[in-house]
């Protein structure tokens, strides 16, 4: 039973395309985030979703949108794609946010890795 | 956001040993994670301890809040140890900092 998934796990396209990413958790879990992950193994929130609701939203390009269209689930968008945001980009969920200690421990999903030439 | 260092930056072990990673962080922190990332790319939960210590297996970690650190102590090291070990941090802004990681690879 996988916890947390994400497709594609490879993504290969050409700059300038429109490329999305799908997640889904079965944990049941009340928040989900998306995480970049560049070359040198740097990890970075981008965006976290509590109940569908946007709490987080990191400095990104606002060619990059998240949609959640229910808890279980948190999608990225990428239109306009460059070659900086060839990446791997990690989907996690928790239980909560930090409302009480342990609940926004971080379940990963497998990663996507995009690339974009 | 909090700032997170990690030490050492890459770590070679030969099998059987054993070894200390060291997490320090900028301010006080209400929660502190410690993942290991495989050498296929998966990122996976150790620990979640933002004070104290705890032991799983030959993985312990220990946190120190009021001195800002927390370190990972990994004993008989064995070639699936390998891999990344990240610690993540959290202040009051709900979004969790990670450190660069340390780059463990155990010889046989």
């Known amino acids: 039973d996988t916890a947390v998934s994400q497709t594609p796990k490879y993504l290969v396209t050409q700059m300038g395309n429109d490329k999305s990413i799908k997640c889904e958790q079965n944990?049941?879990?009340?928040?989900m985030y998306w995480y970049k992950q560049d070359s040198k193994k740097f990890l970075k929130i981008m965006f976290s979703?509590?109940?569908?609701?946007?709490?987080i939203n990191e400095t990104v390009p606002n060619r990059f949108s998240p949609k959640s269209p229910d808890k279980a689930h948190l999608n990225l968008h990428i239109n306009s794609l460059e070659l900086g945001d060839s990446a791997v980009y990690f989907c996690?969920?928790?239980?909560?946010?930090?409302?009480?200690?342990?609940?926004?421990?971080?379940?990963f999903g497998p990663g996507t890795r995009l690339t974009v030439l | 956001g909090i700032q997170v260092e990690q030490s050492p930056p890459d770590l070679i072990l030969q099998e059987g040993a054993n070894s200390t990673l060291r997490c320090n962080f900028s301010?006080?922190?209400?929660?502190l994670q410690w993942f290991h990332q495989n050498p296929w790319g998966q990122l996976i939960n150790l620990f979640y301890?933002?004070?104290g210590t705890k032991q799983n297996g030959r993985l312990s970690a220990t946190t120190v809040a009021t001195e800002r650190y927390s370190l990972l102590y990994i004993s008989s090291s064995q070639t699936t140890d390998s891999g990344v070990y990240f610690c993540?941090?959290?202040?009051?802004?709900?979004?969790?900092?990670f450190g660069a990681g340390t780059t463990v690879t155990v010889r046989a």
């Open positions: 944990l049941g879990h009340d928040t």
């Open positions: 993540a941090s959290r202040s009051n802004d709900y979004k969790l900092s």
């Open positions: 996690a969920s928790s239980q909560d946010i930090w409302r009480r200690e342990g609940t926004d421990t971080q379940y």
């Open positions: 301890i933002p004070s």
């Open positions: 979703y509590n109940n569908k609701e946007l709490i």
């Open positions: 301010d006080s922190v209400n929660n």
